[in-house]
Antibody, heavy 118, light 107 residues
Framework: QVQLEQSGSELKKPGASVRISCKPS????????INWVRQAPGQGLEWMGW????????SYAPGFTGRFVFSLDTSVGTTFLQISRLQEDDTAFYYC???????????WGQGTLVTVSS | DIVLTQSPDFKSVTPKEKVTITCRAS??????LAWYQQKPGQSPKVLIK???QSLSGVPSRFSGSGSRTEFTLTINSLEAEDAAIYYC?????????FGQGTKLDIK
């Protein structure tokens, strides 16, 4: 069955960097784009962008340029989200989600909580 | 950016009641709209794609309708397990966007 397994929670200090992994299984890795979605505590869903797993080409939503980087390691079938120069308002759950051909996100990772605190 | 506005923000309902949630888009998105359900402590789960297409494994009491700028999610005969936050999401144009969410509370 299709699963997206994300790495565990992270506690970081302001100014540090973090890298979250998302490893899909149960389907051909390069067949579907992976999207990233942020959810701050008690808040709604915010689309961050996507990465095309066949080309490695990322696209970022406004507001997620500069400090946010999506990448792939095709040798291990894993996608990554790296956030640099962390700020306290980056504290959130970060989800990866597979985009189906119809544009909806049909499978989601379990979410990774990133807490930024001094 | 396309703004999706859901109404209501919050609704308290009783079991077996019929509930309708509306999602309005700031410009036409055709039928490129999906609905998600998110329960506390869980990842979102897709309920409806292409505005009205049901998905395997989703109870038949969930249905969607609409096109262009106005969409609805209907839950017939609400059950206690439907307590959750519901989001609409457009994939018509970059950047993708979500509605702000509608929280359903079951009395």
């Amino acid at each position: 069955q299709v699963q997206l397994e994300q790495s565990g929670s992270e506690l970081k200090k302001p100014g540090a960097s973090v890298r979250i992994s998302c490893k899909p299984s149960g389907y051909s890795f390069s067949s579907y784009a992976i999207n990233w979605v942020r959810q701050a505590p008690g808040q709604g869903l915010e689309w961050m962008g996507w990465i095309h797993t066949n080309t490695g080409n990322p696209s970022y939503a406004p507001g997620f340029t500069g400090r946010f980087v999506f990448s792939l390691d095709t040798s291990v079938g894993t996608t990554f989200l790296q956030i640099s120069r962390l700020q306290e308002d980056d504290t959130a759950f970060y989800y990866c989600a597979r985009e189906s051909p119809s544009g909806d996100f049909d499978y989601w990772g379990q979410g990774t909580l990133v807490t930024v605190s001094s | 950016d396309i703004v999706l506005t859901q109404s209501p923000d919050f609704k308290s309902v009783t079991p077996k009641e019929k509930v309708t949630i509306t999602c309005r888009a700031s410009q036409s998105i055709g039928r490129s709209l999906a609905w998600y359900q998110q329960k506390p402590g869980q990842s979102p789960k897709v309920l409806i794609k292409y505005a009205s297409q049901s998905l395997s494994g989703v109870p038949s009491r969930f249905s969607g309708s609409g096109s262009r700028t106005e969409f609805t999610l209907t839950i017939n005969s609400l059950e206690a397990e439907d307590a959750a936050i519901y989001y609409c999401h457009q994939s018509s144009s970059f950047p993708y966007t979500f509605g702000q969410g509608t929280k359903l509370d079951i009395k």
